[in-house]
């Protein structure tokens, strides 16, 4: 199983980004969907989260600004990055929990994809 991220970029403040994660592989099914960003020298945060049973979580630092949604068909997660301010500058990672062929359960990481708001 891999998965790529996609979608970070330079971003003016105020703007929006939306990053893209694939997973591809044998997949039997996703159970859990997270996004991270972990700045240099820092621990690696959660900033959202969606559950197979359609839960979502998200940081409080970004709480009605951000969107995840999940395409199970592609399994394929989004996050919507809306009014985007300096301070969510970071590299962002796509973490999935993964049912696979072989029976077990798995996290797998994308790689990182570096978000960058300034004007």
């Known amino acids: 199983v891999q998965l790529q991220a996609s979608g970070g970029g330079l971003v003016n403040p105020g703007g929006s980004l939306k990053l893209s994660c694939s997973a591809s592989?044998?997949?039997?099914?996703?159970?859990?969907w997270t996004w991270f960003r972990q700045d240099p020298g820092e621990q690696r945060d959660l900033v959202a989260a969606?559950?197979?049973?359609?839960?979502?979580r998200y940081a409080d630092a970004v709480k009605g600004r951000f969107t995840i949604s999940v395409d199970s068909a592609k399994n394929t997660v989004y996050l919507q990055m809306n009014t985007l301010k300096a301070e969510d500058t970071s590299v962002y990672y796509c973490?999935?929990?993964?049912?696979?062929?072989?029976?077990?359960?798995?996290?797998?990481w994308g790689q990182g994809t570096l978000v960058t708001v300034s004007s």
């Open positions: 973490n999935a929990h993964i049912s696979d062929s072989s029976g077990g359960m798995y996290y797998y």
């Open positions: 592989g044998s997949i039997v099914s996703v159970n859990a």
């Open positions: 969606m559950y197979a049973d359609g839960r979502t």
